[in-house]
């Protein structure tokens, strides 16, 4: 990790406010509007207008209290009917349910200077499991958590799939490997979320511009993947699930309209706004490694790559559009560093990471090719403020880490370009935003699951 803290940190108690889902996506597929990351969890069913019943009464009642308890922390019945305007009878008779459900538990007793003693009563945690799962060239990395946030386990390994399929597989033998781990039984995953390069195509159900993955786009490979870990999955951009998790819980916390940028072997950016992602009419908001460069062969040609994409795959790939040198990604990269640095004379430098560090060191020709980067970054930061008038903008990714060299540099030749002027920031979460956002997505649609799941058996004991 690189920000010294655990992907669980602010995903735990009292953090469900502030965690959100990427596509507004309902469980069991259902589509609604966009959701508030600063809110509490949607009521299970509340995507479809439903006729009373004294069932679906009491069924709200018990959710109104276990969101009550999750988002504010453990209470007593008492404090339960204060808080919710609920009687105390009422209070009492959903809490035995969702007690009976096993979706809540007593949590200790309150003991005041006068009066009777309390029982406190808090969600139980164990009720369910939900996996995050971030997909990259260099790495994989997956976590199992449960329903309130907290890690029970993880992998981070190398991505050594030089083949689709023998990623998918990857994917899947490291998931598995994570659930035993945790300790639990593979049927306790209620959603799986997977961040990826590239732009997730719900109709044709494949990934659309992640060519820095080879044959990433092919169809059927995440029906492989969902047949793999056994339960429910649902794929978003990786850059969109480091948006929400930098919001939920980084720099870009409290913020009203702010961008990621995903910054690494391409370049990707989230928007987030109002606590709302902004995907676009396709899902490919964000894709500005499809920017032309002013002057660039590629200008104008309607053609490049977004965050994580690369060269032509053909039509059985996913492949959607050859490299085009003038493109933003094409200047704006790891592999751009690298490039720069080699063509300034930086000797032994194979990695931007190397590239940096010899800029560190004092090397001039590592410090222009440092300086050029940041040039290209402004750039990009210049024409995104003129369209979405960002408060905040936040580099994240791994070149995200070298935040020391680049802001300052940015910062200044993005003050040459315009006069729009959003605030600079590193990320606060490193390598862990895409895992932190998928989580924290997972959990938006694992928690209403499960609440429907074992309120219905209860109520057909």
Do not use: C
């Amino acid at each position: 990790m690189t920000s010294g803290r655990s992907p669980g940190a602010g995903l735990g108690e009292g953090s469900g406010g502030g965690l959100g889902q990427e596509d507004g996506r309902e469980p069991g597929g259902r589509e609604q509007g966009g959701r508030d990351l600063g809110g509490p969890d949607p009521a299970p069913g509340s995507a479809t207008e439903q006729p009373w019943s004294r069932q679906r009464l009491r069924s709200n009642n018990e959710w109104l209290l276990l969101e009550r308890l999750r988002t504010a922390g453990a209470a007593s019945r008492a404090q339960l009917a204060r808080d919710t305007g609920l009687s105390k009878p009422t209070v009492s008779a959903a809490l035995a349910t969702l007690e009976q459900a096993g979706l809540a538990r007593e949590a200790g007793l309150l003991a005041p200077g006068r009066g009777r003693v309390a029982v406190l009563y808090e969600p139980d945690p164990t009720a369910g499991y939900v996996l995050g799962v971030d997909i990259g060239r260099g790495r994989l990395r997956v976590a199992v958590a449960d329903l309130a946030g907290e890690i029970t386990a993880r992998r981070d390994v190398p991505n050594r799939g030089r083949t689709a399929g023998a990623v998918a597989d990857a994917v899947i033998a490291e998931a598995r490997a994570a659930i035993a781990e945790a300790g639990i039984g593979p049927g306790a995953v209620v959603h799986a979320a997977i961040g990826t390069p590239g732009v997730w195509d719900e109709r044709e159900q494949r990934v659309r511009y992640a060519a820095q993955l080879p044959g990433w786009g092919r169809r059927g490979l995440f029906d492989r993947i969902r047949a793999g870990l056994d339960t429910t999955i649902s794929v978003h951009n990786d850059a969109n699930l480091a948006a929400l998790g930098e919001y939920a819980r980084g720099a870009g916390a409290g913020s009203r309209h702010f961008v990621y940028l995903l910054l690494g072997t391409g370049i990707g950016m989230g928007v987030v706004s109002g606590g709302k992602l902004q995907r676009g009419a396709h899902g490919a908001a964000g894709e500005i490694g499809f920017l032309p460069l002013p002057g660039g062969p590629g200008a104008g040609a309607g053609g490049g790559h977004g965050g994580g994409h690369g060269a032509d795959q053909g039509p059985d790939q996913g492949g959607d559009h050859d490299q085009r040198p003038g493109m933003l990604e094409s200047a704006a990269s790891a592999e751009s560093v690298v490039r720069s640095a080699k063509e300034l004379g930086v000797r032994g430098a194979a990695t931007a990471k190397q590239v940096f560090d010899a800029a560190r060191a004092g090397d001039p020709a590592a410090l222009a090719a440092v300086q050029r980067q940041a040039e290209q970054l402004a750039y990009a930061v210049a024409v995104v403020s003129s369209v979405i008038d960002p408060d905040l903008v936040v580099l994240g990714g791994g070149m995200g880490q070298s935040s020391d060299l680049l802001l300052d540099r940015v910062e200044e030749a993005l003050h040459a370009l315009t006069p729009l002027r959003p605030r600079l920031a590193p990320s606060l979460l490193g390598d862990e935003a895409v895992l932190i956002g998928a989580l924290s997505t997972a959990l938006r649609t694992a928690r209403p699951e499960v609440f429907d799941r074992r309120s219905a058996a209860v109520a057909r004991a």
